[in-house]
């Protein structure tokens, strides 16, 4: 795909610093793509159901938005801590396209991508308050993801189910079928559900319902809302079914989630 317009939706920065976190295990699932740096320790880290890779110290991993990450973290056993950094982003390419549905990332960053990476990192993480510096530097952060991405190659004729993505984030609140995610692009729902199959290798509905439980994650770790809004506001209606669900892609039901959150 030929890239002409990059345009950044959303970015956060976070550095955290915390003194025992040997062991600790998180699975989790984030609405952004996210770049994340072990600068003292490490991280086990599993995307979905790959491989598992170690970033040791001052590594980097790359996940993509709404994919499960499986994490073990590791202390640095001199100092007994652990100091990450990451960032959070939402790009879109083209005006139509999320990066991270038309490129594939490594799991762990190689050598040389990483070095590069970890100093624009420095950079960016010394001038937080800067708005048209810190824009700067995440732009040349997805650079050097692009020189280390793979593209993900779509046909003309799957143009259409990108709008079937846009579709489910403007209404994920209210009850969908696959019936009406087939009638917005204008295919049978046969047709439908076999080339969204093929293109997103998940199911419509599997797919619907990891964004909304991506969100809810999201939510229960950023909010005080109670699981039932919370559950509510990302399209279940059933809170039973709802922490089912959670339960399934988490681990861990949303309550127990929630307390377990760094």
Known sequence: MEIRELEI??????????????????????????VVQSVEG??????GDGPLYQTGDGGFFVAASQVTQNILHHSNPETHRMHNRWIFLDVVVNRKYRLDMVYRFPTVLPPAEAEEMKKLFDELF???DDICRRLSLHYRIIGVLLRAATPIEYSDKDDPLFGVIKYIEKHYRQKISVGELAKS????????YLAFQRVFQTSPIAYLNHYRLTLASYLLRETDKTIAQISEEVGFSDQLYFSKMFRRVFLVSP???????V
């Open 126 to 128: 010394s001038a937080p």
């Open 42 to 47: 490490s991280y086990d880290i599993q995307i």
């Open 9 to 34: 939706k959303f970015e956060q920065c976070v550095n955290f610093k915390r003194m025992d976190m040997e062991g600790l295990h998180h699975v989790k699932s984030l609405p952004y793509l996210s």
């Open 185 to 192: 692009v204008h295919l049978s729902e046969s047709g439908f």
């Open 255 to 261: 309550r127990a989630y929630r307390k377990s959150r």
